[in-house]
């Protein structure tokens, strides 16, 4: 017993530092940097390969695992980071930028760049992404219908608990980010730029997901800053500053028959400068079982939009398959709470809603929205709902 009891106080401390030597370097992230893997950072040498195989070990890695991209420009063509992963805690470091092809046709035949699918914990932060749109952008512009339709920049689809945080986007070829089929999503700090004449450059599009966070971003872009589609529910967006751009859109919805609403919606606090629209609702005009319900728009600022607010359900481009016909899409309990600003045309709220589906339970709270210097209008067709405080313009709400 006796040489035991000395020898205690001694092997416990060595104990310690044996588990602790062992165990805390499992804990930390094991890091891949795409260099070790083959990628050139000097915006030339086609990277894909050594970022797929940098994902591959980190989504077979048991630990947390991190994947640097140091300074420099890397040119990666389309690219799909799949899960599942064996851990469930995978962060892309990105110091400096990703470059796509400049020949758009590469990325423009398979629709997006960057597509992360049955991922879990998957983080992504900082970094630039440049899509390198404009020569497509030109070829759309320029109109002559031979023009692709593009790529989406970043695309995350059938995954949960995504951080995208102090990401750049810049000339996105289509959409800048999209969130499909996902569920608790984060998104902040996010810096969106695209020429104001470039087409469906959306920034940030939202659909059949749930529990999604946009947060504290700058959107300049040719489309919709943020778009909401069929099928997104509890989506909280705040502290965006919007423009140019199309502003902040729910739709366009009720396009197909069978379709699933928009549920519990807050936006708030949001600047939308020369944007096209500020807070919308768009939706087809033509049946439909979709919905929209549970909407707050909130403090937001609107400088010189041509329609701050709008709800729009006569949508027809084109005036095809939907000319004469009620959209379907019911629209109800939706808030417009301390809006200001100013309007670039006389009818600064306009709320044109569907003969068969009128819109319900809208409420207005303190709007100031003027017209040259003078109180705008607003204008309203099948629209029903409350309006108090300040009222500017006067509501026309039934
Ligand atoms: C609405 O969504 C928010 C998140 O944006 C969530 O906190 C809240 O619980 C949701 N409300 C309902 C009734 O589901």
Request: with cysteine.
């Amino acid at each position: 017993m006796e040489p035991t009891r000395k020898a205690t106080p001694i092997i416990i401390p060595v104990l310690v530092i044996v588990i602790l030597f062992y165990c805390m370097p499992n804990a930390a992230a094991a890091t891949f940097n795409v260099l070790d893997f083959g990628a050139k950072a000097d915006g030339r040498t086609d990277s894909s390969k050594a970022f797929t195989s940098a994902w591959a070990q980190a989504c077979a890695s048991a630990q947390p695992a991190s994947i640097l991209v140091p300074k420099g420009r890397f040119l990666v063509g389309s690219t799909t980071f799949s899960g599942q992963c064996a851990n469930k805690a995978i962060s892309f470091e990105i110091q400096g930028t990703l470059v796509a092809p400049s020949d758009y046709n590469i990325l423009a035949n398979k629709g997006t760049w960057l597509l992360f699918e049955h991922v879990d914990g998957v983080s992504i932060r900082s970094g630039v992404l440049d899509g390198q749109g404009t020569i497509l952008w030109d070829c759309k512009n320029s109109n002559d219908g031979s023009c692709p339709s593009g790529a989406t920049t970043l695309e995350f689809t059938n995954s949960k608990n995504i951080v995208i945080s102090g990401l750049t986007s810049m000339n996105s070829q289509m959409f800048h980010i999209v969130i499909n089929a996902c569920q608790n999503v984060k998104a902040q700090g996010i810096t969106i730029t695209a020429d104001g004449n470039s087409p469906n450059t959306d920034g940030i599009h939202v659909q059949g997901s749930s529990d999604i966070t946009i947060l504290t971003s700058k959107i300049r872009t040719g489309d919709d800053c943020i778009s909401i589609g069929p099928g997104t529910t509890n989506l909280w967006i705040e502290n965006i500053a919007c423009g140019p751009g199309h502003g902040i859109s729910i739709g366009s919805l009720g396009k197909d028959e069978n379709e699933a609403g928009v549920q519990n919606v807050t936006v708030k606090t949001v600047t939308l400068s020369g944007t096209q629209n500020g807070v919308r609702i768009k939706t087809w005009g033509r049946p439909s079982n979709s919905f929209v319900r549970d909407v707050i728009f909130q403090d937001a600022t609107i400088v010189n939009a041509q329609n701050p607010i709008v709800i729009d359900q006569n949508y027809c481009p084109n005036n095809e398959g939907c000319p004469g016909q009620a959209s379907g899409v019911k629209i109800s309990d939706i808030t417009y709470k301390n809006i200001h600003g100013t309007s670039a045309t006389e009818v600064a709220v306009k709320f044109d809603c569907s003969s068969k589906n009128p819109c319900s339970g809208i409420k207005l709270e303190d709007l100031k929205l003027t017209y040259k210097n003078q109180a705008a209008q607003a204008s309203c067709v099948h629209a029903s709902g409350d309006a108090l405080g300040l009222e500017q313009p006067q509501s026309c709400l039934s």
